[in-house]
T-cell receptor, first 113, second 111 residues
Framework: GAVVSQHPSRVICKSGTSVKIECRSL??????MFWYRQFPKQSLMLMAT?????????EQGVEKDKFLINHASLTLSTLTVTSAHPEDSSFYIC?????????FGPGTRLTVL | KQEVTQIPAALSVPEGENLVLNCSFT??????LQWFRQDPGKGLTSLLL?????REQTSGRLNASLDKSSGRSTLYIAASQPGDSATYLC??????????FGPGTRLSVLP
């Protein structure tokens, strides 16, 4: 099946810094990618839908100015957590749409100290 | 290395029928297990989350069970409806590691 990569797999940063997470579709082009996050002991929740060449669509309760999404090419979407705080510590996972099928990245664990 | 499998790969049932979807995983040292629904062109919808210390979770017509020792989970859907048609994914979260998703079961509920 198609492969989606995420980088980095783990990141630890200080409060107030910004962190960028990359999501790449390695062997297919994806006009649509999704970003999810999961807080401890909670379900995985969709944060936003990223469409190549246009603005991302954010789910209710997700701050678009805090979680900047850029989908500048058909193989790359980035999620930037700006001015990260400890409450942003979470597991972030992306997925990319290849036709009707969705392929997931391995995830990024963010820890904000 | 954790591997997750799901049986059957596809299932077609008439409306109103009860059904069971199966998920198996190779490493029982999991943090939790989740069942998701995936509609074509849409993001994941989380259905049920079972922590490693729990044996089952229920939400409406859905019931998920977990048997860690045998590496199995089942998703039971009661009184199926055409709106239940989707792909159902299970995913396991290992301690400190990344999610491992199963390949999914494509469910079609015929009116």
């Amino acid at each position: 099946g198609a492969v989606v990569s995420q980088h980095p797999s783990r990141v630890i940063c200080k409060s107030g810094t910004s962190v960028k997470i990359e999501c790449r579709s390695l062997d297919f082009q994806a006009t649509t990618m999704f970003w999810y996050r999961q807080f401890p002991k909670q379900s995985l929740m969709l944060m936003a839908t990223s469409n190549e060449g246009s603005k991302a669509t954010y789910e209710q309760g997700v701050e678009k100015d805090k979680f900047l999404i850029n989908h500048a090419s058909l193989t790359l979407s980035t999620l930037t957590v700006t001015s990260a705080h400890p409450e942003d510590s979470s597991f972030y996972i992306c997925s990319a749409l290849d036709g009707p099928e969705q392929f997931f990245g391995p995830g990024t664990r963010l820890t904000v100290l | 290395k954790q591997e997750v499998t799901q049986i059957p790969a596809a299932l077609s049932v008439p409306e109103g029928e009860n059904l069971v979807l199966n998920c198996s995983f190779t490493d029982s040292a999991i943090y939790n297990l989740q069942w998701f629904r995936q509609d074509p062109g849409k993001g994941l919808t989380s259905l049920l989350l079972i922590q490693s210390s729990q044996r089952e979770q229920t939400s409406g017509r859905l019931n998920a069970s977990l048997d860690k020792s045998s590496g199995r989970s089942t998703l039971y859907i009661a009184a199926s409806q055409p709106g239940d048609s989707a792909t159902y994914l299970c995913a396991v979260d290992n301690y400190g590691q990344n999610f491992v998703f199963g390949p999914g079961t494509r469910l079609s509920v015929l009116p």
